[in-house]
Each structure stands twice: as C-alpha cells, then as structure tokens.
T-cell receptor, first 114, second 112 residues
Framework: DADVTQTPRNRITKTGKRIMLECSQT?????MYWYRQDPGLGLRLIYY???????NKGEISDGYSVSRQAQAKFSLSLESAIPNQTALYFC?????????????FGPGTRLTVL | AQSVTQPDIHITVSEGASLELRCNYS??????LFWYVQSPGQGLQLLLK??????LVQGIKGFEAEFKRSQSSFNLRKPSVHWSDAAEYFC??????????FGGGTRVLVKP
C-alpha cells in the first residue's frame, strides 16, 4: 500500500472552477508539502505545513490555499482555476526531527485547466 | 536566492553505456544536495544525498554522485545504463526549514 496517496490522479477542469487536491499519508510524519512541476522548471514549493497548526507559504503560493485537516491529511485548493495552473502537483511528507529529514513523495495529480 | 541548475534538458544514451547528468548549485554554505528520479507516472524517489564527508556518494540502483566544491557541482553518474533507467532526474538542494529547491530536471532516454 502506498504511504503517500493523492486524489484525484488526473483532473480536467474549466477556468474559474474551484478545485481541491487531496493528500493523505500513513507514514506518521508531521511535515507535509505541496509542489507543482512544470516542464523545465522542476518542482516548486507552493505551501508547507510543519504540523496541524503551522502552515507556511512557499515560493509560488499565489492563487492557492491549503488546509491541514489532520496530521495525515493536507489539501490544496485552487479557488478559481486558471490555465497557467495546469501542471503536475505533488504532495510530500517528512519527519519533524531536527536537521534534515528525507521527503517522501506521492504519485502526483495531473491537473489540466481549460 | 539559492538555485540549482541542470544544463541538460534531454540526454539520450545507449543501453550499457555510461551516463553522467550535470548539476550546478549557486554559492552558499556547505549545501545539502540530492538526486531524485521520477519514473513515468510515479512520484519522486531519492537516489542519493550528500551532506558532508566523502565527496563521492553511492546511491541506489547503481548510481553515484561526486560533490566538487570548486566547481559548485554535484554530477550524477552510472557506469552502465539499463533500459529501466529511462526517467527524469532532478537535482535538489536543501533550504532552510527542510525545504527543497529543485533544478529543472533532465530527461533520460535509453536506446536499445
């Protein structure tokens, strides 16, 4: 069974629609992250959360919001989707220990905004 | 701002040949550096990491990488490529707060 799951895996929507991407993990990790991947740009951090009460903006948070419903769940919302938000979205998790902790990635959600 | 550059967008290599993927990072304190692999339809998997110490690090799947401070590089190598190595490879460095800054990726195509 996958440790980090994302739903849906694929989504096509229209400009102006509200979209929610969900991430769940069974690894017991405190920290969770949302990235988007665009060709040639690698992955860029949208939001991250160190625990349920600690949510922080990443480098490209405009147009996105997040909700950390529980330790195991971290959702990403696009309030009004636009075509340049078409991308592959990844959720990741890591432990919350001091120092560096490896990030574990979900399989990704491919979002297309028409 | 700290950055990571992967100069090669695509690389094509014959099966059995050697592979080297380039990665350069912007100047900063001793960086924590990583290589990830993304197979089609999959998430990212960590191949190897460098924190300190021996500048030649071994990873999974037969990969290794060498940290060269003088060249601000952390190139990934594999002596003999298998068809299953066809994937996209990302170099990354750690940023404050356990965050990652990624390069643009290099897509590897393996010819039979």
């Amino acid at each position: 069974d996958a440790d980090v799951t994302q739903t849906p895996r694929n989504r096509i929507t229209k400009t102006g629609k509200r979209i929610m991407l969900e991430c769940s993990q069974t690894k017991g990790h405190d920290r969770m992250y949302w990235y988007r991947q665009d060709p040639g740009l690698g992955l860029r951090l949208i939001y991250y959360s160190f625990d349920v009460k600690d949510i922080n903006k990443g480098e490209i948070s405009d147009g996105y919001s997040v909700s950390r419903q529980a330790q195991a769940k971290f959702s990403l919302s696009l309030e009004s989707a636009i075509p340049n938000q078409t991308a592959l979205y990844f959720c990741a998790t890591s432990k919350g220990l001091a120092g560096w902790n490896e990030q574990f990635f979900g399989p990704g959600t491919r979002l297309t905004v028409l | 701002a700290q950055s990571v550059t992967q100069p090669d967008i695509h690389i094509t290599v014959s099966e059995g040949a050697s592979l080297e993927l380039r990665c350069n990072y912007s100047y900063g304190a001793t960086p924590y550096l990583f290589w990830y692999v993304q197979s089609p339809g999959q998430g990212l998997q960590l191949l190897l990491k460098y924190f300190s110490g021996d500048t030649l690090v071994q990873g999974i799947k037969g990969f290794e990488a060498e940290f060269k401070r003088s060249q601000s590089s952390f190139n990934l190598r594999k002596p003999s490529v298998h068809w299953s190595d066809a994937a996209e490879y990302f170099c990354a460095r750690a940023a404050a707060g356990n965050k990652l800054t990624f390069g643009g990726g290099t897509r590897v195509l393996v010819k039979p």
